[in-house]
C-alpha cells in the first residue's frame, strides 16, 4: 500500500489523489482496486448533502467500510507539506515559548449523523433517566431477628486504654493514669446507622477521535440499540466505578473539521508566518556589546543579521499537525455511552453522652443488623426509636433523591458501639473520659497531664 501517498498535497488546491497508486483492497497490478470491500459506498452524510465546502481541499476521500482491509489513507508526511496558506499577521511575532496550541472544538453538531433513539445527543454529556421498572420487589417487610448488644468493658481495660493513649502522646504524664481512683464506670452503646443506595447512571455524547482505519461500526450495521439496553456489568455492588462504552452501530467517519481534512493547522507560535523576531536581538539584526569602555554593535550572529529566525515549532513552515485528527485528517465521530454507578452513602448517629458523635463513625463495633434489597423496608423495630426514625427518613429521601439513577441495591446497617464512661479522682479533683469502640479509643480532652498543664517533659 502507497504509505507515503499524503492524502491531499498539503496546499491550496490539493484533490484526494484516490487509490491509482495503491492497491488497497489487494487489486492485482495494473487494475482498479475495489476501493469499498463490502461493495457499498460509506455515507457519511444521510440526507446526501456533499461534505462542507473546503476551502483549501477536494472532498475527503472515501473510505472502505469497516476499514479492515484497505486502511485509511496515510497522514500527510512531514516535509511533504507547503507553507501554511490561510490567513497570517502582516509582521513577524514576537517569540513567546509558553504559546500552546489553541483548546480543540468539537465538530459542528449538524454534521453529526441523525441517530435514532439518541436524536438530542450533543457534545456535552447529558443524563438519560431510566425506564420505569419494576419496584414492588418486596411485597413485605422481611423477618427480621432479633438484635445483639454490645459488651463492655472493665475498670482494668479502661485503665489500660488510657495507658494506651498517654503512650501514644509523648508529653503526657503517665502518672495520672497509673495512679488514678475509677469511682465510675457507665456502659453504654451507641448506634450508628448506614443507608446505602446503588445507583447506575447513563449518559450520552458525541465523542470523535482520530480515524486510523479502526472498524467503523455504522448504521450499515443496524440500528443502534438504546442507552439502557446496552449491557453493563458493575465491578461489584457497593462500588463507585465508571466505564464508557461506544453505541454500536453509530460510528461514522468524517473530515476534520477543524484542518478542513488537510492534517494540519495555522502553527501556535508564529501564527502562520513560519518566521519570528529573533530573541537574541530583539528583532534588530543587531546586538551590542561593550569593549575598550565603549558600547559597539555587531551583526547578530543568530539571526545573520535579518532580526527574524525561522519558528522552531514548524519548522518554517507555518503549519503544524493538527490536534484533533492527529494529522490523519478524518474523525471517527460515535455515540459515547457513559455508565456511572455510584454508591450514595448516608448515616445516622445516636449517642447520647458528651463523645462527640462523630467519633462512633471511626471505631468499630458490633453489626448488629444488616439487610441488602433492590429496596430495603425502614427499621422499626430496633429497641432505640431514634434508630427507627433515621432509618424512616433516610430511606424516605434516597427513594426520592436519585432520579436520574436506576437503584440496583440498597443496604442498611446498625452498628452498635460500646461506649464507657468512666469518672476518677486524682489529686482531688474529678475527672471524667471515655472508652469506646471494639479497639478501646479513648477520648479523654480533660486529662489532667496534658503538656500545658503540669508536664514537666520539655
Ligand atoms: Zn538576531
Ligand atoms: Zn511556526
Ligand atoms: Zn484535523
Redesign the pocket.
Known sequence: MSENKPLLSGGAQGTAPGYAAGGYGGAPPGQPPAPYPQGQPPAPYPQGQPPAPYSQGGPPAPYPQGGQQGGPPPPPQAGSQGQYQGEVPNTDLKDDPNARPVEASAPPIDKMDTVNGYENVGFNSAYLPPPSYDESQQPSAPERREFQNSPTITEEQAREALLGLVAENCCYGAGAAKEMDIKDLKSSSAFHYTLETYGEARSTTWAYEPFTGQPIDGPHCGPAPGPWDIAAQPPGMFQNSKVEVEVPHTASVKP?H??LAS?R?RCYRCHGRGRLHCSTCGGTGRDTYYENGEHRHRCCTWCDGTGRRRCYTCDGFGQVT?N??QGR?NLKCYIKLTVTWTNHADDHVVERTALPDELIRGVSGQVSFEESQIKVWPINHFPDAEVNQASNRLITQHNSSFRNERILMQRQRVRIVPVTEVSFKWKDSDYTFFVYGFEHKVYAPTYPQQCCCGCTIL
Open positions: 476534520c477543524q484542518c492534517g493547522i493538527c484533533i485528527c485528517a
